[in-house]
């Protein structure tokens, strides 16, 4: 049976793409102030390089809308390319778990005793930007989420940071760098049409097994239905362990479609 729905579980669906890591050694950042072209800048964003097999994270996060403040944690399961796991907890124990591919997501949730399987059209309506595999990841990973090679960008100095801002887009996006080494500040995407925005800041990054990470990540989702936030820290990253990514939905769980 499918229970059609106008939302669900947002901490749940937040969790999805807004991962970040508590940094114990925060790396230095520049200070953007010879103007640089924006070949230039791609270029150098692109430089570095994220060479791992998989990546497991235990993190926290505080997620706040207009109706409700929670505090959960969650643990990050990564197989590059491939598939990343979410296991969300309330006081040590199990309350969710949502499973992405490059083909699905999938996720279950116990309070509610439901589950949904589908594809990103429904994900990237809930939090108003278009969303596939690769843009999840790179979002996690603190990397531009989309291809910056694939459209013309406008670059500029704007409060020290290197802007990317696209030329002719329907939907208007930016990408902020450091110039230290061209790691990613912030990216928004903005759909005026649907007045919705989405932002992701970086506050700050870390070096991880040669791995730079980010070291902490705020979400700022703005829509016609209201504000959502979420500020999240990884508390501990592995790399290159072997992983398993064990996913079943309950017994007696009911279907759900989101609309």
């Known amino acids: 049976k499918k229970i059609m729905i106008k939302k669900i579980a947002p901490v749940v669906f937040l969790f999805l793409f807004m991962i970040s890591c508590k940094s114990k050694a925060v790396l230095a950042e520049g200070k953007a102030d010879d103007v640089l072209s924006a070949s230039t800048i791609i270029q150098s964003h692109y430089n570095n390089k994220l060479d791992f097999k998989t990546l497991y994270i235990k993190s926290s996060a505080r997620y706040e809308d207009a109706k409700q403040t929670q505090n959960v944690s969650a643990d990050i399961r990564i197989k590059k390319d491939e598939k990343i796991l979410v296991s969300i907890r309330f006081l040590g124990i199990t309350m969710a778990k949502a499973l992405i591919t490059p083909e699905e997501v999938k996720y279950y949730e116990v309070i509610n005793g439901s589950y949904f399987e589908g594809n990103y059209e429904s994900l990237s309506q809930w939090l108003g930007t278009e969303l596939d595999y690769q843009k999840v990841q790179n979002m996690l990973l603190g990397q531009a989420m989309d291809n910056l090679e694939n459209e013309k960008y406008k670059a500029e100095i704007v409060e020290k940071l290197y802007k990317l801002s696209t030329v002719n887009s329907k939907n208007e996006k930016s990408f902020s760098f450091e110039s230290e080494r061209f790691l990613l500040k912030k990216q928004e995407v903005n759909q005026p049409e649907k007045e919705r925005t989405l932002t992701v800041i970086y506050p700050?990054?870390?070096?991880?097994?040669?791995l730079i990470l980010p070291s902490s990540l705020n979400i700022f989702a703005t829509q016609k239905k209201g504000k959502t936030s979420i500020e999240v820290e990884y508390k501990s990253i592995k790399?290159?362990?072997?992983?398993s990514f064990p996913y079943n939905v309950p017994d007696g769980y009911e279907r759900i479609s989101i609309n």
Do not use: A, M, T
């Open 204 to 210: 700050s990054f870390q070096d991880i097994s040669k």
């Open 239 to 243: 790399v290159n362990e072997e992983l």
